[in-house]
């Protein structure tokens, strides 16, 4: 027997085995499942060292052993190569991506004076925005600034400043395509060589794509975008297009997963346009204070002392079913890459 989060009870289709339920003896219950038959947006918190990158490496396996959905997991500190190793039970299908390329025109203007941290109303700023409108390669940006009648010094502030986005080696005309991202596998986007301005480029870029692929019809699959250390995205250039997923994605069909150490740096839309929070240990007032302020009105006491204090166990809110589950995180069937190294072990 098992309960299915984000269903209403009528429904089927497919689902995933995220955990069981966590009895109050501690053993573990029924099982308990997640809904991928429609798209979600699922928020998973917790302080570092208590689960929440596994949390998110059990989804990404469920999601590939799944049919007619396509996860792609944004990698910004290298740990989810692993998902290509050995399985056990049923194989994982997994590949990974570390040389990702973003097509230029993915950003709008906006955001590449954003990324490159000039002014839009500044010199060099309202060069790039000019610029960025009518080209494709950075190679054309920057003959198109430099053909300008402008002032030398704002020309050559904003041609440096696409040399430095060019050394990122990030940027093509064609970008990584649509259909390498969703073969149904799981797919891993490994962006930890990066700096945190072309990390923000690529999820950018990867949102970007996944909700016009859906919005045109170029794909049938129901990408789920799978994000760690998602704070650094909501701080950064990424901001608005993984916000347009929380508040429209389920629209076109675009799920998004984010998961986070500091609930506190995420918008507040980012939590209250959940419809799954999964939980596991907080102790940082302002993180608390954060999920507090996100508290259903169907929870009948404070979110914070409802959460659990070992590692692996979670606090489940499903706002479709408006119900709040204790749960056990199922062990992961690949290796887990992000526990952290140690001096005994050498």
Wanted: net charge negative.
């Amino acid at each position: 027997m098992s309960f299915v989060i984000g269903r209403a009870d009528s429904a089927t289709g497919q689902t995933g085995q995220i955990g069981t339920y966590r009895a109050r003896d501690g053993s573990d219950g029924a099982q308990l499942c997640l809904d991928f038959d429609s798209p979600h947006a699922v928020s998973i918190v917790g302080k570092r060292g208590y689960g929440k990158s596994y949390t998110l490496g059990v989804l990404a396996e469920e999601l590939s052993r799944s049919h007619g959905v396509a996860p792609i997991v944004l990698d910004p500190i290298g740990v989810f190569s692993t998902l290509t190793e050995s399985a056990t039970g049923k194989p994982v299908p997994a590949t990974v991506i570390d040389t990702p390329v973003v097509s230029p025109d993915k950003l709008g203007p906006r955001s590449w004076c954003s990324l490159l941290g000039l002014p839009p109303d500044g010199g060099p700023g309202s060069l790039i925005w000019q610029a960025t409108q009518h080209t494709s390669t950075i190679t054309e940006m920057q003959a198109r600034i430099e053909a300008t009648d402008t002032r030398e010094v704002d020309r050559r502030a904003a041609t440096n400043h696409l040399d430095l986005a060019d050394s990122w080696d990030i940027f093509g005309r064609d970008g990584t395509d649509v259909g390498t991202l969703t073969t149904g596998a799981v797919t891993v986007v490994d962006v930890s060589g990066l700096d945190i301005a072309p990390m923000n480029a690529v999820a950018h870029a990867l949102a970007e794509t996944l909700y016009r692929a859906r919005l045109d019809g170029t794909i049938e699959v129901f990408p789920w975008l799978l994000v760690d250390e998602a704070h650094v995205f909501f701080e950064g250039v990424a901001a608005a297009s993984l916000r347009r997923l929380l508040t429209r994605g389920r629209a076109p069909g675009v799920s998004l997963v984010f998961a986070t150490q500091r609930p506190s740096a995420v918008p507040a839309v980012g939590v209250s346009q959940a419809d799954i929070l999964i939980s596991h240990r907080l102790t940082s007032q302002k993180d608390l204070d954060a999920l507090r302020a996100a508290r259903p009105s169907y929870l009948d006491r404070s979110l914070p002392d409802r959460l659990p204090t070992a590692p692996g166990d979670v606090v489940v809110i499903d706002d479709t079913t408006e119900s709040v589950h204790a749960a056990r995180i199922r062990e992961r069937a690949t290796p887990h890459g992000g526990t952290s190294p140690r001096v005994c072990d050498q």
